[in-house]
């Protein structure tokens, strides 16, 4: 009988022993979440586990336990290999001398007798380091950001489990575990460590806390379409495996910084409603970030906590600038409205209830009316 995406995965991880779990740029609370989850899970199964994100954590995920697990660069994905023959003579003595002002090492080898020349050595890339690569929360190899950029031929060599929910997802995996009626992977990692754990749970406090904010991010605090009666289940067992739930909303959902609010003040005064379409759609200018002093992903939660609270609405879409391009956001209202059909329309990507999408080196005057009017299109179609 053939095994299931989530059992490949599963016997995948079992058999390595070497481990890298990635995850997307711009990483979010169901990256971080479940990154960081995934990595104490695989430590206390003794894997020597490397864990890193393009970029780091956002101020708002900054709560998170273990956060310095993750890392931001991949240091020596593969060893490089000196050879020395030992037909001649074998080797004494080995040591090296770091010539820190020319910013050259000597290899020094000493011989038992006679001596070594050119030809005696010869070098070699040594194996990659990983014997599996995770990619979580993923929908393209190319959204890992530099990680992927830096050492394509590494997601070459090493299989890869792709665990993801998006729609969006291209199957780059050598197993693809994609599940699209869960509402976060961290839904998904429940699943995985339940199976992994097999006769002692490897949920504890900590894991269990970056599961839930991953759930909690991803659903909006549980008020997204997407929210399933399996995913109250799955955050009812996290609190009960002690995940500090009033940690997580008071972190996210009750600590804003003031740049925050002004920029939330200046995104809802220029609030437009299309009735005939229902949708509402706002804009933030990157003089506007600027000028109330705000970060680009503070930019995320006007969407979830302002705009998705009109009534009447299918969707919302917050067009931002952000470097240097124009990056548009896009959260359903009503279920069965997919937007990630609409983020397509731009080269863009997520799932059913929310989805984004980039338009490099361009402005939000350049391109607003535009965007709209491809929108109200497909609205119609
Ligand atoms: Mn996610």
Request: with cysteine; hydrophobic share 40%.
């Amino acid at each position: 009988m053939e095994l299931t995406p989530k059992q490949q995965a599963i016997e995948l991880i079992r058999n390595s022993k070497r481990i890298l779990i990635t995850s997307h740029v711009n990483p979010d609370g169901d990256s971080f979440g479940s990154l960081i989850a995934l990595t104490l899970a695989l430590k206390k199964l003794d894997k020597d586990v490397v864990t890193v994100c393009s970029d780091p954590a956002p101020e708002f995920l900054r709560f998170l336990p273990s956060l310095d697990v993750v890392g931001h660069e991949l240091a020596g994905a593969k060893d490089f290999i000196i050879t020395v023959d030992l037909s001649k003579t074998d080797v004494d003595k080995l040591g090296y001398k770091r010539l820190a002002d020319q910013k050259k090492l000597h290899i020094v080898i000493t011989p038992t007798q006679g001596f070594f020349e050119p030809q005696d050595v010869t070098f070699e890339q040594g194996m990659p380091r990983f014997d599996l690569i995770v990619v979580l929360d993923c929908s393209d190899l190319e959204r890992i950001g530099q990680i992927y950029d830096n050492n394509t031929a590494l997601f070459y060599e090493t299989p890869i489990v792709n665990i993801d929910h998006h729609i969006s997802n291209d199957h780059y995996g050598k197993v693809n575990w994609i599940d699209l009626t869960a509402t976060s992977t961290s839904e998904i990692l429940v699943a995985l460590l339940e199976s992994l754990g097999r006769e002692k749970t490897l949920l504890d406090q900590d894991i269990a806390t970056a599961l839930l904010t991953g759930i909690t991010t991803d659903t909006a605090s549980f008020q997204n379409a997407s929210t399933t009666p399996k995913s109250f289940t799955v955050a009812a067992q996290l609190v009960a495996a002690g995940a500090r739930q009033q940690e997580i909303v008071r972190k996210i959902y009750k600590t804003k910084p003031l740049s925050t609010l002004k920029l939330w003040g200046k995104a809802l005064a220029k609030v437009q409603e299309d009735n005939e379409n229902r949708f509402i759609w706002s804009t933030i200018s990157q003089a506007e970030l600027d000028e109330v002093g705000a970060q680009d992903s503070e930019t995320g939660g006007v969407i979830d906590d302002l705009l998705k609270t009109a009534p009447d609405i299918d969707f919302a879409l917050l067009l931002s600038e952000r470097k240097g391009g124009v990056h548009g956001n896009l959260r359903a209202v009503e279920k069965g409205i997919d937007v990630a059909r609409l983020a397509a329309l731009f080269g863009g990507g997520g799932h059913e209830a929310a989805a984004g999408f980039d338009i490099p080196n361009t402005t939000l005057e350049a391109e607003e009316a535009s965007i709209l009017e491809r929108i109200r299109e497909a609205c119609k179609a």
